[in-house]
């Protein structure tokens, strides 16, 4: 086992990794820029290193980064998510410099951060696939006359890259003529490649991934299915595992696909395989994000698995310390994801500075936050402030217990996502489990938000209205 990790990401995410290594004994090093000078993950790691500059650039420096991790004797490097997680020139660089990289095998990284040659490749490997181009689009006639042969509407998607950045969905040839160069652009604005594909839409799915956890060793075990068809313009915002719509059955069979694809390929590590179900059950595969994901917590809750522990023991070269007979799924769990933006408008993202926080707790309750009281949130990173995880037996004590724990949930200073949680939990709908992907889009129509006054506001009014009462 390693004596000494360094995180190479800020935040929750490298809070959660330190947790995870003072478990396992071992020693964390944090880097952060000087935006994240107060950060909780700098406080918790045994050391920590600034990296000057540009506080984006800061994270994404891997000569840097990889230079602190020798000079501190760190032996291995964990990415988080995000940044350099899917790196394949980060890994490799590690690597060469004596630094184990936490993460798959570089040729896996590869070949998952190109959609086109993964798709291509699941399909050879009998995973389901949805209808579309197999090759970079650069040519409108040519997206034209594949969308005439697989018919639309179709999803006009970035080659390299995620989290919905470069996806537009067509329904007409009028339109695509319109999406298609703005999806080229878009693609190279945010990975610096102009290539998409093309492939069928499958009409409000459900968004489905199986987590996969492979050791060195050739054992590979899928931990059931994660729900994440609660998205914001292709944002997830809330997940769920189990899965309450998939059968018994379903997940079986889906999850064996998935772990038969991992060990064709000699995959390890810990990864996803993303699909999008249609109303009939069908699923057709996305992509393989091979790293950590945000939503991790959740299959952590329903199975007591530390994923992020077997992570670390993978990358020592460690078999795992369960079999797939052992993994069993209890209860239900939701993830929603704490960001500071108002949903009054139109979700904008609003850093500022935490002037009161309260988390709440109980049975059940999990709090991944590194936010407090005087904590100042920076304008360059995402606007995710914490993730709140909670779990129930089932289905009802699941949302009950939610809505329990968001209400008990304070944030001021800045407005958040807790309101527009509140609205979700008490929405017919969804309390039958009755969404898919659309579900947000369409249902934002119909929520409505009230700015909640702030505590310390009244009390000042009340003092100053007692005072003028009494004229002094």
């Not at 350099?84 to 570089?106: K, M, N, Q, T």
């Not at 310390?456 to 100053?464: I, N, P, R």
Request: hydrophobic content about 40%; aromatic content about 10%; overall charge neutral.
């Amino acid at each position: 086992m390693f004596k000494k990790v360094l995180i190479a990401n800020r935040s929750e995410v490298a809070t959660r990794v330190i947790r995870a290594c003072k478990e396992l004994g071992i020693k964390t090093v944090a880097i952060y820029s000087e935006a994240d000078v107060n950060s909780l993950h700098v406080k918790k790691a045994d050391e920590a290193y600034l990296i000057h500059g540009d506080p984006i650039k800061a994270y994404l420096n891997y000569y840097k980064i990889v230079d602190i991790a020798k000079r501190a004797g760190a032996e291995a490097i964990h990415p988080g998510y995000g940044f350099l997680s899917e790196r394949a020139d980060f890994a490799e660089y590690a690597r060469r410099h004596g630094i184990e990289f936490i993460g798959p095998d570089v040729k896996h990284l590869k070949m998952f951060g190109n959609k086109i040659e993964a798709k291509k490749l699941m399909k050879e490997l009998g995973v389901p696939v949805a209808e579309g181009s197999e090759e970079p689009v650069a040519d409108l006639g040519e997206a034209k006359e594949i969308a005439r042969k697989i018919g639309y509407p179709v999803m006009i998607k970035a080659a390299h890259g995620g989290g919905g950045r470069g996806l537009r969905v067509v329904r007409n040839e009028k339109e695509l003529e319109v999406q298609f160069k703005i999806a080229l652009s878009e693609a190279e604005a945010a990975f610096g490649k102009g290539e998409i594909f093309i492939e069928k839409y499958i009409e409000n799915p459900r968004h489905i991934e199986i987590q996969i956890v492979a050791d060195k060793h050739g054992n590979v075990v899928h931990l059931g299915e994660r729900d994440c068809s609660l998205q914001r313009r292709h944002q997830k915002v809330l997940e769920i595992a189990p899965s309450p719509v998939l059968t018994r059955r379903q997940r079986e069979r889906l999850g064996k696909i998935c772990v038969e694809a991992a060990k064709a390929i000699g995959y390890y590590g810990v990864g996803t395989w993303e699909f999008l179900m249609d109303k009939y059950g069908n699923f057709y595969f996305m992509e393989v994000n091979p790293r950590l994901q945000v939503e991790h917590t959740i299959t952590e809750e329903i199975t007591g698995i530390d994923i992020v522990q077997e992570q670390i023991r993978i990358a020592a070269g460690m078999g795992l310390s369960f079999s797939q007979k052992s993994v069993q799924i209890h209860g239900f769990a939701m993830q929603f994801r704490i960001n500071a933006e108002d949903p009054t408008k139109d979700f904008i993202p609003v850093p500022g500075t935490i002037t009161a926080y309260y988390s709440p707790g109980g049975i059940g309750v999990r709090m991944d936050g590194v936010v407090y009281k005087g904590y100042k949130i920076p304008p360059y990173y995402d606007s995710m402030v914490g993730k709140l995880i909670v779990w129930g037996r089932n289905w009802d004590e699941a949302i009950r217990r939610s809505r329990r724990a968001l209400n008990e949930f304070v944030i001021r200073g800045v407005p958040t996502t807790i309101p527009f949680f509140k609205k979700i939990l008490n929405d017919p709908e969804f309390v039958n489990g009755q969404f898919d992907t659309s579900f947000i889009d369409r249902k934002i129509k119909e929520f409505t938000f009230i700015e909640e006054p702030d505590p310390e506001v009244l009390a000042l009014a009340l003092s100053a209205a007692i005072a003028a009462h009494h004229g002094l």
